[in-house]
């Protein structure tokens, strides 16, 4: 019988902003149908950042799993027998553009991309949401947002923290309204967009008031439609 796939794509928060809550943390290992799960933090978009790593541990250490992290600016594991042991990625936020440059460098883009066909469950904020998809809207470089191809493990363009920073809302209309794209996914801080196998969309609320939608337009108007969302709190 097939592996079930499994990608959920954090727009803002979690134990980056809030360690120790672990909301939207304990629905992603609860994914994976381990009782204790092995799960991995990639913080190479913060170039490893040792705050981050930090509250990383402060938050999953307190709900029943094993954590460790991947660094690339230290000396570098064995990266397909880490990732082979895993049953949950977590990819962290930062500059999009300069993670998957390395990541390509040492060819994790196919690990990853074989452990989440086998089954194992990816997940990520921000640079960590959009990196799995064909492509995303990033800060990476320059002063305006732009869009950047990304891993492509599943098809169409993320926007995360939708509802957080305001250049990312006009952007998005900017961006459906001249046709660049047609379709963006876009996912508000204290949401999540779950995938599952490439095809069933929904919204994971760990925040008040949130949601993740999938906008485009119709006659030159702008459409946003909710997923249906579960909500954790």
Known sequence: MPK?????AIGGGGFGRNPGEGIIEEYILKQTKKKKPNICFIPTATG??????VNYYATFSKLNCKPTHLDFFKRTPDLKKLISEQDAI?????????MLAVWKEWQLDKILKKAYKKGTVMSGVSA???CWFQSGITDSWGSDLKIMPCMNFVKGTCCPHYDEEPERKPTVKKIILTNKVKKI????GGAALHIKNEKYFKSVIFKRDKSSYAVSSNKGNLIECSFKKLTLI
Do not use: L, M, P
Request: aromatic share 12%; net charge negative.
């Open 4 to 8: 079930e796939r499994h990608i959920i």
């Open 48 to 53: 490893d950042n040792e705050a981050y790593k």
């Open 90 to 98: 977590f990819v962290g936020g930062g500059n999009t553009k300069s």
């Open 128 to 130: 960590g949401a959009i």
């Open 185 to 188: 996914f876009a996912i508000d």
